[in-house]
T-cell receptor
Framework: GAGVSQSPRYKVAKRGQDVALRCDPISGHVSLFWYQQALGQGPEFLTYFQNEAQLDKSGLPSDRFFAERPEGSVSTLKIQRTQKEDSAVYLC?????????????FGDGTRLSIL | DAKTTQPPSMDCAEGRAANLPCNHSTISGNEYVYWYRQIHSQGPQYIIHGLKNNETNEMASLIITEDRKSSTLILPHATLRDTAVYYCIVRVRQNYGQNFVFGPGTRLSVLP
């Protein structure tokens, strides 16, 4: 019964570098979400996948942010040309299906620090 | 989108019941109320959700008022490990996904 797994747990990068954050959802979960959490605030929605289809990317803050889930399982959030304001915890969540009553199960996040 | 209002912080004595209030006066008929909590350096943890009836599970009870404009999460016997930020969320249906809209939550401190 593994939960949502995210890696790396911590990532430090220099401004301008590209980073890739990985999410392993709970096996068989159809829906996958990415959230960004700034220090002292609640998580904010970034993007949503249903299987391999990215159906909502309205929360991505800029075109430097890109997410994919090519086989409908593992997902990667990529940030290009990182900026200091990208420093945050990036959370991934999955749910069993697309039903309105399904809770999302969160990973422990990747803490990204941009120097 | 229905918004929620929670007190920013609360204290509770260990072993006592913790009652966390939430106002969601603009909730619509098919929107669920969800509660999550987040312990430092961890991801949000699902606690409970409900539509209009009271709900109970092994973690907590959820009491929703008849007009559904407010709810209360009850931790019956709070322990030190229940110290966390508690988020009350109304589930928003948006496009294809049903993402959560988190507010700042209530920081619950359980005191020995």
């Amino acid at each position: 019964g593994a939960g949502v797994s995210q890696s790396p747990r911590y990532k430090v990068a220099k401004r301008g570098q590209d980073v890739a954050l990985r999410c392993d959802p709970i096996s068989g979960h159809v829906s996958l979400f990415w959230y960004q959490q700034a220090l002292g605030q609640g998580p904010e929605f970034l993007t949503y996948f249903q299987n391999e289809a990215q159906l909502d990317k309205s929360g991505l803050p800029s075109d430097r942010f890109f997410a994919e889930r090519p086989e409908g399982s593992v997902s990667t959030l990529k940030i290009q040309r990182t900026q200091k304001e990208d420093s945050a915890v990036y959370l991934c969540a999955s749910s069993y299906d697309t039903g309105f009553t399904q809770p999302q199960h969160f990973g422990d996040g990747t803490r990204l620090s941009i120097l | 989108d229905a918004k929620t209002t929670q007190p920013p912080s609360m204290d509770c004595a260990e072993g006592r019941a913790a009652n966390l209030p939430c106002n969601h006066s603009t909730i619509s008929g098919n929107e669920y109320v969800y509660w999550y909590r987040q312990i430092h350096s961890q991801g949000p943890q699902y606690i409970i959700h409900g539509l209009k009836n009271n709900e109970t599970n092994e973690m907590a009870s959820l009491i929703i008022t008849e007009d559904r404009k407010s709810s209360t999460l009850i931790l019956p016997h709070a322990t030190l490990r229940d110290t966390a930020v508690y988020y009350c969320i109304v589930r928003v249906r948006q496009n294809y996904g049903q993402n959560f809209v988190f507010g700042p939550g209530t920081r619950l401190s359980v005191l020995p």
